[in-house]
């Protein structure tokens, strides 16, 4: 589960398996689910694995509404580095931001994609803290 807590600037969270942290998260501030500008609604999606050369080894939201290949790739700076994807951070520093993106990603891979590879069906829920 992903919980969002959102700001101007940028969106972060925390990511869960249960009650353990995996790691935190940075994305676009909400602007509307507009395309390119704005972070993902909320909601629960299906994620799938996914290589390029880019990113080697990441992954990619399904059906999320209006949109298409929402990622989940590594990145430390929202703004300039997202187009409405989640990244990972191992250390969030301030509204969008963060720090050892890919070390974070690891961490993800490392829990997901056994599972992915035993045809386990894996989905993101992302939920705002004020839900809670």
Not at 24 to 38: D, F, G, R, V
Not at 50 to 62: A, E, G, Q, S
Not at 105 to 125: C, D, G, H, N, V
Request: net charge positive; with cysteine; proline share 5%.
């Amino acid at each position: 589960m992903l919980i969002r807590k959102y700001d101007k600037l940028g969106t972060n969270g925390t990511l869960y398996k249960g009650d353990d942290i995996i790691c935190h998260t940075i994305e676009l501030p909400w602007k509307e689910n507009q395309k390119m500008i704005s972070c993902i609604p909320e909601g629960r999606y299906a994620m799938v694995k996914r290589y390029n050369d880019k990113f080697k080894w990441h992954f990619i939201l399904m059906n999320v509404p209006n949109r298409a290949f929402i990622l989940i790739h590594p990145a430390n700076d929202a703004l300039k580095e997202l187009k409405g994807c989640i990244a990972p951070v191992t250390f969030l520093a301030s509204a969008g931001k963060g720090y050892e993106s890919k070390s974070a990603l690891k961490k993800i891979i490392s829990i997901a994609f056994p599972r992915l590879e035993q045809q386990e069906k894996i989905y993101l829920t992302i939920k705002s803290k004020n839900e809670l």
